[in-house]
T-cell receptor, first 113, second 117 residues
Framework: SQQGEEDPQALSIQEGENATMNCSYK?????LQWYRQNSGRGLVHLIL?????REKHSGRLRVTLDTSKKSSSLLITASRAADTASYFC?????????????FGIGTKLQVIP | DGGITQSPKYLFRKEGQNVTLSCEQN?????MYWYRQDPGQGLRLIYY???????QKGDIAEGYSVSREKKESFPLTVTSAQKNPTAFYLC????????????????FGSGTRLTVV
């Protein structure tokens, strides 16, 4: 079953603009991660935010987490053509004695030069 | 450099044939995972392993089998019982089962694209 659901499923912006992707989930989580996937490649871990954190930054990335709304957002500032990729959120939640990580369906971002 | 190596990059399977996808890691991670990725469906967990000689079914294990005889290796066999095997298969690892550190999540391989011919 899907835990995280990204919104929008596809996003097209001009280079230099900011890109915002959202992720909603249904159950309590321990943490939430964002991953990036270039076409035909594996996923690359971008950032992890724990359930007791509200915001984290890494370079041009800003992630927020609102546990009351069960949602997270990933902001990429000053986008570049090289940011073109699919972005996935992944929630970590307790399941059967271990932390199960569940991936969403992703947002496909296109940055037009 | 440490990482995960998946091979082959492309694989073609005939009807009724078993094929095995390779996954090797040199990160000294205990946990390893296999995911299947189809368009519009994200990643779905096939099997996972917490430790050598132990593995558990994920959400879509039917038609697949795995082994974990060495810490570094977690091969996935797609059997003839899997009726719709055409997909992109991703192997991943982590320090412990479901565990992520403050700055690192799962480490993924580059994937194997399996096509039925």
């Amino acid at each position: 079953s899907q835990q995280g659901e990204e919104d929008p499923q596809a996003l097209s912006i001009q280079e230099g603009e900011n890109a915002t992707m959202n992720c909603s989930y249904k159950t309590s989580i321990n943490n939430l991660q964002w991953y990036r996937q270039n076409s035909g490649r594996g996923l690359v871990h971008l950032i992890l935010i724990r359930s007791n954190e509200r915001e984290k930054h890494s370079g041009r990335l800003r992630v927020t987490l609102d546990t009351s709304k069960k949602s997270s957002s990933l902001l990429i500032t000053a986008s570049r053509a090289a940011d073109t990729a699919s972005y996935f959120c992944a929630t970590g939640a307790n399941s059967g004695g271990y932390q199960k990580v569940t991936f969403g369906i992703g947002t496909k971002l296109q940055v037009i030069p | 450099d440490g990482g995960i190596t998946q091979s082959p990059k492309y694989l073609f399977r005939k009807e009724g044939q078993n094929v095995t996808l390779s996954c090797e890691q040199n990160l000294n991670h205990d946990a390893m995972y296999w995911y299947r990725q189809d368009p519009g469906q994200g990643l779905r967990l096939i099997y996972y392993s917490q430790i050598v000689n132990d593995f558990q079914k994920g959400d879509i294990a039917e038609g697949y089998s795995v082994s974990r005889e060495k810490k570094e290796s977690f091969p996935l066999t797609v059997t003839s019982a899997q009726k719709n095997p055409t997909a992109f298969y991703l192997c991943a690892s982590s320090i412990g089962l479901g565990q992520t550190t403050k700055n690192y999540g799962y480490t993924f391989g580059s994937g194997t694209r399996l096509t039925v011919v």
